[in-house]
């Protein structure tokens, strides 16, 4: 009896198996509608027109020049903006270059939307992202051009990959034969076919961020408190909540102050 149990059970097992496989992947084709595009302000200001106009999706909404005064800046693009922000595009370090996925992710938290930053990612994380309705910065080249990769090192001594004409859209939909990507460089949306888009993606490591509502952002805020991030003294961003009757903080989006 026992063994005709544990049969059944693993006869049921089996007969899921397949459901589960294709539970898990993403349908032929997605669309994210609602991303409004906007041309970047300044010759290498990519990744900041990316973010904001990722973050206005989400209602969070400020301005490219707002976004870029927070970010760091740094001659290690993973640490923040390297160079000058108006030279033309194709500059590369150290006069002129962009930033990396990190510094855009913690910049993106620290204006209320749970933001994450990604490398070495793949194509099928990219459609399970879209299709569940988030779009996603990009990380490739201008026109997918394929330049090749070049070593940069830092004043902290940290060697980077860098490439010229390095690029981001949002990611906002695909097909079976590639990406609808908005171009931070006119803020129009364009299709690229996969054998385009993976190449050039490939030579800054597959680099992305995605974002997401801040979970904190739909509890009660406590009394007296504005809507959104505020300004304090010292320059931090503080989100004030009331969970369960205990008061506590978000500070810049990022870490969390109050009772356990």
């Known amino acids: 009896m026992r063994r005709m149990a544990v049969a059944i059970v693993l006869y049921v097992v089996a007969s899921l198996l397949p459901r589960i496989a294709y539970a898990d992947e993403s349908p032929p084709s997605a669309f994210v509608q609602g991303v409004v595009g906007h041309p970047q302000e300044h010759n290498l200001s990519c990744e900041s027109r990316s973010a904001t106009d990722l973050a206005a999706y989400w209602g969070a909404v400020f301005s490219e020049d707002d ?3 927070r970010l760091p800046k740094s001659d290690n693009p993973y640490r923040g903006f390297l160079g000058d922000v ?3 595009p194709g500059t590369m370090p150290p006069a002129g270059y962009g930033v990396y996925g ?12 749970d933001a994450r930053s990604r490398r070495e990612w793949n194509l099928e994380g990219l459609k399970a992202e879209l299709a569940v309705g988030r779009p ?12 090749g990769v070049e070593a940069w090192t830092s004043s902290d001594g940290a060697t980077s990959v860098v490439v010229q004409w390095q ?17 931070a460089y006119d803020g129009t949306e364009k299709y690229f076919t996969y054998e385009a888009f993976d190449p050039a993606w490939a030579q800054l490591g597959r680099m ?9 952002a739909d509890q009660n805020p406590v009394e007296g408190s504005v809507e959104g991030p505020a300004t304090q003294p010292g320059g931090r961003m503080w989100a004030a ?3 369960d009757g205990r008061r506590s903080f978000v500070v810049d989006g990022r870490w969390w102050i109050g009772p356990e």
């Open 167 to 183: 690029h981001t859209f949002i990611a906002v939909g695909y097909d079976e034969g590639g990406l609808y990507l908005v171009d």
């Open 102 to 113: 990190g510094p855009i992710a913690a910049n993106l938290r620290s204006f209320g939307l």
């Open 136 to 147: 996603v910065i990009v990380w490739a080249t201008y026109d997918m051009r394929l330049p």
């Open 208 to 216: 992305a961020v995605t974002a997401d509502q801040n979970p904190w």
């Open 67 to 69: 976004f870029f005064r």
């Open 86 to 88: 108006d030279l033309p």
């Open 241 to 243: 909540t009331d969970i």
